[in-house]
């Protein structure tokens, strides 16, 4: 960042190799919609670009970028609230074969697969990404920055804004919820006993 | 809640996150292992981790990519441009002082060698007349400054200012036994310039502006005298150092006034150009005539052996050389003055024979006494009023008149003059007289050498023509106008030579 600070694009562009994706990421599963998820990724790129000069060595680049694109995200969540859109969790109506189903459900069976027919792996992706969406913001992107950026507790709550306590809060809040979630989804149990045990080796 | 839960549960969220340091994961995990409730929470931490840790990674749209590059290497630019700007701007700033610079030291140097402007002239005439001179010259010297300094083109007289006096003006920087051939008529040429040029004296050493296409053969006379001396700084001087110079000369010659030596060597000279010029080519020698008629006064006037007119001979005079003695204040005034038709006093020859009537017309001028003429012995045993009487003497001499050459010759002579190119003005209308000018043509032609001297401070070489002027054209208005300027000046010089009798001879003869 200090080279491009200094005038060298090259430097930018291995910026943009190195960070574009997982930032995408991050804004993808925060906003949960892939085309406004790339416009905050350009805009976010662009702040940085356009911001190049305020940034100081004292804090880490990707601090930086993921306080950028968490705030684009935030601003773009607040635009959303104001549009007239349903809830997930609002029944659906007027699609055949949609009757008491949730649109979550739709969402998360666009495949055409309940989450009890599919096959494990392919029904548990669309669920994993419903049980994110489902978080709070807060305690989305907390979750997102820790388990997918890998970001640590006190750097997100630099990202954030508020303390590493605030943080870890936060962070347990969101496992509980996606715990419960899943477990509400029947994704539970020995499921999340075998993963636990894959990753506990 | 338990505070105590509550960081024992942030304890194992650290520790699920390898967060924790070494010493403090390994006490946690001896405690999980203890402890029931804790394994259980550690549990359920990693369930949760482990169902979203295969959540693959999706792939950044390129869309944009490039763009964003192009944008961010635009931003490079804009980036580096202040800092080359920068650098640029003090580039510039350094090399526009270092051009002023240039600039200011040129322009200095040019303002001390140029030439004066008309309005220096004119403060250096009135300063000049204020020490030495009194008032004696003022009125003369103050009308040809302020003519020149009411040139319509100032900048382009000052510009051609160092040409006009080379060819009239003398180097000073002479040897004393080569200068001293010339001392006797500057003695009494100058007058009042022993006083007026004091303090010019350390500006002796200063040569004037070289004049090699009017460089006329070694001589005796004033100007070939002292354009033999080295023109080391010659270029660098203009038309005020030529005429400091010019002053210095007088000054410093004078020393040498009383030099037998010089006497000898005067007449040697005078033998040796008369010889030359009879050999030289008379087209050439036309053109040094003009050169002589600006330096010949004095040799006119020292063929009269000093006996009237304030110049004395250093040039073609037999035994000129000896000082002349304090001049008289009325030279030409007191010659009688033939009174003849301006037509019949044309001297000047057809272009043909162009040296002889300028000969005639400047015999008494210093010019060679081997050039032919036609009434040699009247013109060299006069002076002053020779030269007055002699274009009517010899009216049935007089050249055929090249009508188209004065005009042309007067047209050019109105320019310069417009300019303030005052020895350009001097030569065209001394061309004009050789070309047989008559009538107003005449008339003009001769004030316009009696003014260009008068300006060039030659105010022997303008007596000539001024006293021509007044006598062949007493009813114009010019004639009327240097007639007064005369009167005022003899007048002025009558007062002061009564103030102070015992410097009456060096201050009383001045211009006339």
Known sequence: MLAFKSGDARAFATLVARHRQPVFNFILRYVGHRQRAEDLLQETWLKVVRSSSEWEPKARFTTWVYTIARNLCVDSARKEAFRATDSLDAPASGDEGAEGRSKGELVADESGQTPDRAAHNV?????????????????????????????????????TGVNENTVKSRMRYALEGLRKKLAEWGVDGEAMAEASRTVMG | ??????????????????????????????????????????????????????????????????????????HARRTKAPAQAGWRRWLFVFSSAAALLVVGVVATRAMEEAPQTPADVFARNQKEAERGLGSAQLPGLAQDAEKAANAPTPVAAAAEAPQAPAPVMAAPSRPAATADVDEGGLEGKRGGGETRNKDTGSQNQKAPPPAPKLA??????????????????????????????????????????????????????????????????????????????????????????????????FGLGTGSSAPSPPPQVEPVAAAPRPVSPPVQQAPAPPPADAPAPLKKMTSGYGLPSSAPRSAPSSVEADDAETVASAPAGRAEQRPVRDVESVKQALTKARELGSVGDRKGEVEAALLALSAGATGYERAEALKRACDGYEALRLFDRAESFCGLLVSEFPATAAGQEVARRRAAVRKAAEEKAKARPAEAPASVSPAY
């Open chain 1, 123 to 159: 029904r548990l992706r669309p669920l994993l990404e419903r049980a994110i969406a489902s978080l709070p913001p807060e305690q989305r992107e907390v979750f997102l920055l820790r388990e997918y950026q890998g970001i640590g507790f006190k750097e997100i709550a630099e990202v």
């Open chain 2, 1 to 74: 809640m338990n505070p105590g839960v509550h960081q024992n549960e942030d304890t194992l969220l650290d520790f699920a996150y390898g967060e924790l340091p070494a010493h403090e994961a390994a006490a946690v995990d001896a405690h999980v292992r203890t402890c029931a409730k804790c394994s259980q929470a550690l549990a359920q931490i990693r369930g949760v981790r482990s169902m979203f840790a295969p959540l693959p990674m999706e792939a950044a749209p390129e869309a944009g990519l490039e763009s964003l590059l192009a944008y961010a290497e635009q």
């Open chain 2, 216 to 313: 006329k053969p070694s001589g005796p006379s004033l100007g070939d005298s002292l354009r033999d001396e080295p023109r080391q700084s010659e270029s660098k001087r203009g038309l005020n150092s030529t005429w400091n110079e010019d002053s210095n000369s007088v000054g410093g010659l004078k020393q040498d006034f009383s030099n037998a030596a010089g006497a000898r060597r005067q007449e040697s000279a005078d033998k040796k150009v008369e010889a030359q010029a009879a050999r030289e080519p008379t087209k050439e020698r036309s053109r040094e005539r003009l050169d002589d008629l600006s330096d010949g006064t004095s040799a006119r006037q020292s063929a009269t052996g000093g006996t009237a007119t304030p110049p004395s001979s």
